[in-house]
């Protein structure tokens, strides 16, 4: 398992690559899943709870995981969290998730159950170094501190975990096959703050 934190812009965006291969018949299931449909190629499920369900245990034991690592190993708390919400999205050939946040939760993650040369993008009202003054800089070379956009490509099988406050979007899908994803939510479980700092 190849994991790569990528703190975008101070955020902590973490990519598993290759952490799941879904087989046949969880690929069907989600298929058969009722999904809402618009005019863009773009799916959403009816259900915001299909990791509920006996016949996805495989893929929601590998998102709790994998959520554990990011919270243990990259963000180093120890508070509890659970899945408040769980969908799945189909895109078909040319259709893409338009840019949105997650309001309502603290972290999101997605599987990409089947994205072959795909990616996610990620944005930010300002860059790193725009926060403390709001400085339009000419720059020379895009990188982490002064972009206030990043492409992350994934392919099937791999998971990407981030706060769920970021904006982001789907690459437009250019493959003939449609694109398949499994998103889940995360909330605070417990109390939080410490007693010794008057917070808890």
């Known amino acids: 398992m190849k994991h790569t934190p990528i703190f975008i812009g101070a955020l902590p965006v ?4 290759n952490i799941f291969n879904a087989d046949i018949d969880e690929i069907k299931y989600l298929k058969s899943l009722k999904y809402n449909i618009d005019n863009k190629g773009f799916r959403l499920s009816d259900s915001v709870n299909i990791l509920d369900n006996l016949e996805l245990i ?12 990011y919270k243990e190993n990259i963000l180093e708390i120890e508070n509890d969290f659970y899945i408040s919400q769980s969908w799945s999205t189909i895109n078909e050939k040319d259709g893409m998730h338009t840019t949105h946040d997650h309001p309502n939760t603290l972290f999101s993650c997605v599987l990409y159950v089947k994205a072959d040369n795909s990616g996610i993008t990620f944005y930010k009202e300002k860059s790193a170094i725009q926060e403390a003054f709001n400085f339009s800089f000419k720059i020379k070379k895009y990188n982490i501190y002064n ?3 990043w492409n992350l490509p994934v392919n099937t099988g791999d998971m990407v975990i981030f706060p769920g406050q970021i904006k982001h979007s789907s690459f437009k899908n250019k493959n003939e096959e449609e694109r398949i994803i499994v998103g889940a939510n995360f909330f605070i479980n417990g109390e939080i703050g410490i007693k010794e ?3 808890r």
């Open 197 to 199: 700092n008057v917070d």
């Open 58 to 69: 495989n893929i929601k034991k590998c998102i709790e995981d994998s959520f554990k690592e």
């Open 14 to 17: 973490f990519r598993i690559n």
């Open 147 to 149: 972009s206030v956009t």
